[in-house]
């Protein structure tokens, strides 16, 4: 028998309508002999409305209360799928992360898990029961509810499924799977069979939304395979799993797009030791994530920095960076909200060279002007224009035979 994780995103639990068809769903996979433990987002938009109506209270919400308030959605979900499940004769028990031990750090709004004892979904899986975990949160060392950050019942079901030794963890969303690249932007787009943990990774780092980062992370770290798919057509969707690309495959999985992010250039730095110390630790103080970070060689004593941060920390971001280039004596600051970072992503990069060239090769053909790069062994992102990101995608897109199913491959070096 095997034991499944399967977890349903806020999208597939949104109404009765989507509520009755999981437990239909879940009814099913039990039926095939499986035991299974389902975690629950909340549901449709409840998490971004409980946010919105904390803003209506109060400018201020201490983390604690802030967390208190968020975890109710994940429960809403996890004792309605039990009542649609008991119609179903299917025998299932809620629990909250708390109940099942879901340990995770102080930090409210981001805590991360620290252990997952699973001893109650256990002793309920062996009485035959169905257990239901509310997902996104955890208890925390020192006994505070706590949320694991936005998206993050993707976590706690791999985790879940990692303590459990579950046989596979299936991520239910409202797409079919992960795809070679936005199909908003790139209409060609085509689902993937399967991806490795660090081309996801590499993905969830440059943007895509499907699976929340850590998640991934965590997948990675205890081999858990996750398979990608969706709670609308049921079908198979994309497998993520430890397996390395045999020769055969494609070298480039995908182009990845991201429009979440904006720049902030420090004009006339001095170029001395110290000075990014001086100017990135404030911002990893405040919790900015700074991600791209490029740094001009000096003419005459200074340097231009520049770098990219979540739109949403813009303001904190500009603030600290103003206050530290006045300190010291930069010679301004600017910023610029309408850029877009696009990646490609392959683990056959590290064997095929050649890649970055051909990708600025696309990019200069297409008229797109790049004005910051950044690589992994399996990643080479750009930032470019907001404006330019659909040309420049499709074009990449294309370039790199994705469109037809076919990728790009770099002629192999010439046998001696
Ligand atoms: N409900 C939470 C959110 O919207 C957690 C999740 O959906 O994974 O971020
Ligand atoms: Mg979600």
């Given at each position: 028998m095997a034991l499944i994780v399967q977890k349903y995103g806020g999208t597939s639990v949104a109404d009765p309508d989507r509520m009755r068809a999981v437990a239909d769903h879940v009814a099913f996979t039990r039926r095939h002999g499986n035991d299974v433990v389902v975690v629950v987002s909340a549901m449709g938009k409840s998490t971004d409305n409980l946010i919105k109506l904390a803003n209506e209270v109060s400018t201020i919400q201490p983390g604690r209360e802030l967390d208190m308030l968020l975890t109710t959605g994940e429960r809403v979900s996890m004792a309605l799928l039990c009542m649609a499940l008991a119609e179903r004769e299917v025998p299932a028990m809620s629990f909250t992360g708390s109940q099942v031990g879901i340990v995770t750090d102080a930090a409210h709004g981001k805590a991360k898990i620290?252990?997952?004892?699973g001893d109650r979904v256990r002793a309920s899986l062996s009485d035959g029961h169905v257990c239901v975990v509310a997902g996104f949160q955890g208890i925390s060392t020192d006994s505070e509810i706590t949320t694991l950050g936005r998206g993050g019942s993707d976590t706690t079901a791999v985790a879940l499924a990692a303590a459990l030794e579950a046989d596979a963890c299936e991520i239910y969303t409202d797409v079919t799977g992960v795809f070679s690249a936005d199909p908003r932007i790139v209409p060609q787009a085509r689902k993937l069979t399967k991806i490795n943990f660090d081309e996801m990774l590499e993905m969830a780092g440059a943007?895509?939304?499907?699976?929340a980062l850590r998640s991934v992370e965590f997948a990675r770290n205890h081999d858990v395979p996750l398979h990608v798919r969706s709670s609308f057509t049921w079908e198979p969707g994309t497998w993520v799993t430890s397996e390395e690309p045999s020769m055969?495959?494609?070298?480039i999985s995908g182009v990845v797009t991201d429009v979440s992010e904006a720049k902030v250039t420090v004009l006339g730095v001095p170029d001395q030791p110290g000075i990014s110390a001086a100017l990135f630790e404030p911002l990893a103080d405040a919790n900015v994530n700074v991600d791209m970070i490029v740094q001009n060689t000096s003419t005459q004593g200074t340097t231009d920095i520049s770098f990219t941060v979540p739109l949403a920390d813009m303001g904190v971001a500009e603030d600290i960076v103003r206050r530290i280039a006045d300190e010291i004596g930069a010679t301004g600051v600017t910023h610029d909200n309408a850029i877009a970072k696009l990646s490609l992503v392959g683990a056959g990069m590290k064997t095929s060279p050649g890649i970055a060239a051909k990708m600025f090769r696309t990019l200069a053909d297409t008229d797109v002007n790049i004005e910051m790069i950044s690589t992994s062994t399996i990643r080479i992102s750009v930032v470019i224009a907001e404006a330019d990101l659909e040309r420049a995608a499709r074009s990449l897109h294309a370039a790199f035979g994705l469109d037809s199913g076919q990728s790009y491959g770099a002629p192999l070096p010439e046998r001696t």
């Open positions: 620290l252990e997952v004892k943007g895509s939304k499907v699976l055969e495959d494609p070298i």
